[in-house]
Nanobody, 119 residues
Framework: QVQLQESGPGLVKPSQTLSLTCTVS??????????WSWIRQPPGKGLEWIGY???????YYSPSLKSRTSISRDTSKNQFTLQLSSVTPEDIAVYYC???????????WGQGTQVTVSS
């Protein structure tokens, strides 16, 4: 059974870059046909998909966040990483990594990590 675990700083200063890593166990991020996503949930709001990196190493980002988002992977560590630049208080959320057999349906989730933006 695949397991995902987010890690990274819980506090980021405004205008800085948020960097989170998802460590995967029980499966490979290069396994055929899987999509590895980052999703967030701001307080009191619904889920917001940020982007994915596919098994093929292709990436696709939400149009609303594309200019600030980068997702990459380290196959030697079986990890994928989110970088979100120029953060503001609007980026405060619980951030999740997830796996899906398609781009926008996620069957496996990490537990989530809270990120706060504050000076």
């Amino acid at each position: 059974q695949v397991q995902l675990q987010e890690s990274g700083p819980g506090l980021v200063k405004p205008s800085q870059t948020l960097s989170l890593t998802c460590t995967v166990s029980g499966g490979s991020i290069t396994d055929n046909s899987y999509y590895w996503s980052w999703i967030r949930q701001p307080p009191g709001k619904g889920l917001e998909w940020i982007g994915y990196i596919a098994y093929s190493d292709s990436t696709y980002y939400s149009p609303s966040l594309k200019s600030r988002t980068s997702i990459s992977r380290d196959t030697s560590k079986n990890q994928f990483t989110l970088q979100l630049s120029s953060v503001t208080p609007e980026d405060i959320a619980v951030y999740y990594c997830a796996r899906g057999g398609s781009a926008y349906v996620w069957a496996d989730w990490g537990q989530g990590t809270q990120v706060t933006v504050s000076s």
